[in-house]
C-alpha cells in the first residue's frame, strides 16, 4: 500500500520568513495530494491541494509543488504569520483507493 | 452551509463495553470517510462508504469495528469490545464526488478507561 513520509517533524521560523515542507510517496498510482493545517484540538482543514496533472498551484502566501518522477511534493508558506503555527499534513490517494494517507505531520510555530 | 458534524465531542468508557459514533456529513455529499488519528500522528483511514455501501473497509483494525450509513447520509461508527488501545480522535470526513476534496468534522475524543 501507499506510504507517506514528511520531513521536517518541527520547523521554527521569525515572523515573515518563508517554510518548507516536504513529503514523499511510495504508490506511483497516486494522483491526488492535498494538505491540511490541524490547530491544537481542531479538525484537520483543507488549505490546498495538486493533483498529478500539474507540477505547482499557488494561492495566495501557500503554494505546493509536486515532482511526479521523484515521487515528492511540498508545501510552501512565504511571508509566514504567527497565525500560521499549526501542524501540518499531507497526503496521498489515488483513483482506484480513495482514502488518503497522511504523513506524521510537521508542527510548525511561527515566532514573532 | 454547515460542515460535517460528529456526536457526542468526546465519549469516555470503560474497557470492554460498546460505543457508538455519529457522524453528519455536508448535505449531498455522497462519499464519506473515517479515520482514527492517535495523538502526534496523523489520521489513519478506517472505512470508505459512497452512498450505503461500504466501498473500501480495509482500514478496520478487527471485527470489533463496524461502520454503517443506511440512508446514504448520517454514519455510526461502533465498537464492541471497546479496549485502551482503542482510545484516539476518531475522524469522519465527506467528499461531494468521487474525486472530490475531504473535509472533516471536529472529531470524536474517545477514552476507554
Known amino acids: 500500500g501507499e506510504n507517506v513520509e514528511q520531513h521536517p517533524s518541527t520547523l521554527s521560523v521569525q515572523e515573515g520568513d518563508s517554510a518548507v515542507i516536504k513529503c514523499t510517496y511510495s504508490?506511483?498510482?497516486?494522483?491526488?495530494f492535498p494538505w491540511y493545517k490541524q490547530e491544537l484540538g481542531k479538525r484537520p482543514q483543507l488549505i490546498i491541494d495538486?493533483?498529478?496533472?500539474?507540477g505547482e498551484k499557488k494561492d495566495q502566501r501557500i503554494a505546493v509543488t509536486l515532482n511526479k518522477t521523484a515521487k515528492h511534493f511540498s508545501l510552501h508558506i512565504t511571508e509566514t504569520q504567527p497565525e500560521d503555527s499549526a501542524v501540518y499534513f499531507c497526503?496521498?490517494?489515488?483513483?482506484?483507493?480513495?482514502?488518503?494517507?497522511f504523513g506524521s505531520g510537521t508542527r510548525l510555530q511561527v515566532q514573532p | 452551509g454547515a460542515g460535517v458534524s460528529q456526536t457526542p465531542s468526546n465519549k469516555v468508557t470503560e474497557k470492554g463495553k460498546y460505543v457508538e459514533l455519529r457522524c453528519d456529513p455536508i448535505?449531498?455529499?455522497?462519499?464519506l470517510y473515517w479515520y482514527r488519528q492517535s495523538l502526534g500522528q496523523g489520521p489513519e483511514f478506517l472505512i470508505y462508504?459512497?452512498?450505503?455501501?461500504?466501498?473500501?473497509d480495509s482500514g478496520l483494525p478487527n471485527d470489533r469495528f463496524f461502520a454503517v450509513r443506511p440512508e446514504g447520509s448520517v454514519s455510526t461508527l461502533k465498537i464492541q469490545r471497546t479496549e485502551r488501545g482503542d482510545s484516539a480522535v476518531y475522524l469522519c470526513?465527506?467528499?461531494?464526488?468521487?474525486?472530490?476534496?475531504?473535509?472533516f468534522g471536529p472529531g470524536t475524543r474517545l477514552t476507554v478507561t
Open positions: 504508490d506511483s498510482a497516486s494522483n491526488y
Open positions: 497526503a496521498a490517494s489515488n483513483a482506484g483507493r480513495r482514502a488518503l494517507t
Open positions: 448535505s449531498g455529499h455522497t462519499a
Open positions: 470526513a465527506s467528499s461531494p464526488t468521487l474525486k472530490g476534496e475531504q473535509y
Open positions: 495538486i493533483r498529478s496533472n500539474v
Open positions: 462508504f459512497q452512498g450505503t455501501g461500504a466501498a473500501d
